[in-house]
Each structure stands twice: as C-alpha cells, then as structure tokens.
C-alpha cells in the first residue's frame, strides 16, 4: 500500500483578543507564538510589540511603532540584546498611494505583498503568480450580526511564513491601521 505525500503542517491560527490595533494580543491556542501588542497611556504614539517565549519564560520586545501627530511613522525592530534603528515606515513598507496594500522584504531575501480581497488582508510571496495567500486576516463575526462576539478575528499564517512573523505582524498593524484611516477620511470627505 503506497502513502502519498506526507500531509502539509496547518496554518498558524493567531486570535485576537480585542478588535484594536493599538491594544491587544496575537496567541495561538498552545501559546507558541503569543504577541502583545500595547499603546500605554503615558507614551500614547508608541506602540510596543512584546513577543513571549513560555518556555524560556523570557518577554522580548520585538518592534516598537512610533505614530507623533504630523510626523512621518516610524518602526523599530529589535533584537534581544540590543535596540534597533529607527526608520520610516515607507521605507519598511513600500505603499502604493491609491491601495491599501504595500510590499515589504524578508532578511532572506523574501519578498511580500499586501493586498486586500473581499475587504480583507491577505499576504502573498511578490512572486507568486497564483498569488497564493501565506497569511490571511479573518474579521471577527457576531450572533446575529449585533450581540456578542461568535468568533474572534484571527490572522491565519502558513508554516512556510513562520520565520517572518514579527515582520508580518508589524506590517500588519501598519497595513491595518492604514485602512481604518482611509475610511475615516473617506467619511469625513462625505459630509
């Protein structure tokens, strides 16, 4: 009896706990990959991305996002020894300035792409012609449309983007918040 090919490992299924992009968590249900995004009060334009590691029980934080009111953003990564360099975030993620999405390149060489599909964000290789998503993100759904939450949303990321994943949550939020600012000027124009 023949075996076909071994079956492809599953999506990692990061949930949200709130619907925000300044406060919140990414966590997978075995806590492997468990990410806290936090805006502190007193330091209200930076944006600390902390990752924790269970099983060495150590907290790093891995990016930080600063967004000061008439200034350009910027984005720091950090390593667990020292702090990285400041840079735009048009440099980190090249946008385009009629869509949503933008590109933006691993250390291995890798490059990504934003896009959106059914309102929705969607990652895919720069590459790839079938333009395959490797991490996709599913909104939140409630009863009825109205009462409580059903399912939260999650950001559902393949294996093989795995190594990329501090990257692709910080360009996630700046992709996410990006879009929720586009529909506030949007509604201001209206009026």
């Known amino acids: 009896m023949s075996r076909g090919a071994p079956k492809p490992p ?3 299924k990061l949930t949200f706990a709130t619907n925000s992009v300044r406060n919140t ?3 997978e249900d075995n806590n492997k990959f468990y990410y806290e995004i936090v805006t502190r009060f007193w330091h209200p334009h930076l944006t600390k991305i902390n990752k924790y590691d269970y099983e060495a029980r150590v ?3 891995v990016a930080e996002i600063e967004d000061q009111p008439q200034k350009d953003v910027k984005v720091r990564f950090n390593t667990p020894d020292a702090e990285g360099e400041w840079a735009r975030a048009c440099e980190f993620i090249r946008t385009d ?3 949503i999405g933008g590109t933006f390149s691993h250390e291995d060489g890798t490059e990504f792409r ?6 929705c964000l969607q990652l895919v290789k720069s590459d790839d012609e079938e333009e395959i998503p490797v991490a996709e993100y ?4 409630r009863h009825f449309g109205v009462w409580r939450m059903s399912q939260r949303a999650f950001l559902e990321v393949k294996p093989e983007a795995s190594a990329a994943l501090d990257k ?3 360009s996630y ?4 918040r990006r879009r929720r600012q586009s529909k506030i000027r949007v509604k201001l124009e209206t009026n």
């Open 25 to 27: 968590t990414f966590a």
């Open 59 to 61: 907290v790093n934080c």
């Open 138 to 141: 599913h909104p939140y759904k």
């Open 97 to 99: 300035s009629t869509a």
């Open 168 to 170: 692709i949550i910080v």
């Open 114 to 119: 934003w896009k959106t599909h059914n309102r």
């Open 10 to 12: 599953p999506p990692h």
């Open 173 to 176: 939020l700046l992709m996410e």
